[in-house]
């Protein structure tokens, strides 16, 4: 199916590249049929992907209560006597 919205196609690609480059929780399969854990390289990229989506979650989240609370510019209540 097709993303057309730009923002949205951005967001598939973060979790797509949060569960493709995964090297803490992820297995793979081999060719006779068994799993291998993959093991994070030393000094690598020590998050795993569920770690990498709830940062982007909590930051997606403080974002928008930040924007939430906001006033809008431009209406303003004035006091009428």
């Given at each position: 199916m097709p993303v057309e919205g730009a923002g949205l196609r951005a967001e598939l690609?973060?979790?797509?590249?949060?569960?493709?480059?995964?090297?803490?929780?992820a297995w793979e399969m081999r060719a006779d049929g068994s799993?291998?854990?993959?093991?994070?390289?030393p000094g690598g990229r020590t998050k795993g992907c569920q770690q990498t989506l709830i940062d982007w979650?909590?930051?997606r989240i403080k974002q928008h209560t930040?924007?939430?609370r906001r006033k809008p510019?431009?209406?303003?209540?004035?006091?009428i006597r």
């Open positions: 690609r973060l979790l797509l590249d949060a569960q493709l480059q995964d090297q803490r929780s799993y291998i854990q993959r093991r994070p390289e979650y909590e930051r930040r924007l939430r510019r431009g209406i303003q209540r004035r006091n």
